[in-house]
């Protein structure tokens, strides 16, 4: 059975950086890529960037770009996002989901099968 | 970015057929998805590849749709279909989710 497990809540101060991890099971963790997503309060979701697990290769967002780093640790099957210089624009549920892909009409789809439950960040002084 | 529009909010009765409309601002071609969301829990793949149905949804579920134009339909729907909606495109980049449909029921 796929798992996607995240780490606890956190609560930051504005300016701070924090680290959020994704440990997985079920499923041979190399051979796929991993995304993170944001969904803030009542809102929409955005999609981050992602990060395969084999090599760390990673692929972003451009807005996201310079506010999350992606990364993996292979022997642990974890997958981590670090954010940095967080604002009160930062203050959400972020999610990371396993990436797999469709092979349809002449291209190959990417979509997210499995989601981690979600990490909750607040960012107050 | 591809922008996806969706509308905001449905509600139907139980045993009745509800159709979950999104419009992509430009072509995402078959790459539109769907899934399920209820409160405090994360998203559930429901629909990927625009109609194909994941393993383990009822098939009360299904999907439609190419080009800009998409539709996620639940016949006949039951009680524990009230939940939030997204559609989201991976064909351009970024990918990029709808605002999501909440759908209630009467």
């Known amino acids: 059975e796929v798992q996607l497990q995240q780490s606890g809540a956190e609560l930051v101060k504005p300016g701070a950086s924090v680290k959020l991890s994704c440990k997985t099971s079920?499923?041979?963790?190399?051979?796929?890529?991993m995304s993170w997503l944001k969904q803030m309060p009542g809102q929409n979701i955005e999609w981050i960037g992602n990060?395969?697990?084999?090599?760390?290769?990673?692929g972003y967002n451009q807005k996201f770009k310079g506010k999350a780093t992606l990364t993996v640790d292979k022997s642990s099957s974890t997958a981590y996002m670090d954010l940095s210089s967080l604002t009160s624009e930062d203050s959400a549920v972020y999610f990371c989901?396993?990436?797999?892909?469709?092979?349809?009409?002449?291209?190959?789809?990417?979509?997210?099968?499995?989601w981690g439950p979600g990490t909750m960040v607040t960012v107050s002084s | 970015d591809t922008v996806l529009t969706q509308s905001p909010a449905l509600a139907v009765s139980p045993g009745e057929r509800v159709t979950i409309s999104c419009r992509a601002s430009e072509s995402v071609s078959t790459g539109m998805h769907w899934y399920q969301q209820k409160p405090g829990q994360q998203p559930k793949l429901l629909i990927y590849g625009a109609s194909n149905l994941e393993s383990g949804v009822p098939a009360r579920f299904s999907g439609s749709g190419s080009g800009t134009d998409f539709t996620l339909t639940i016949d006949p729907v039951e009680a524990d279909d009230t939940a939030t909606y997204f559609c989201q495109q991976s064909w351009n980049d970024p990918r990029t989710f709808g605002g999501g449909t909440k759908l209630e029921l009467k």
């Open positions: 990060i395969y697990g084999g090599n760390g290769g990673t």
């Open positions: 079920g499923y041979t963790f190399s051979n796929y890529y």
């Open positions: 989901a396993r990436d797999c892909v469709y092979y349809g009409p002449g291209a190959y789809y990417w979509y997210f099968d499995f």
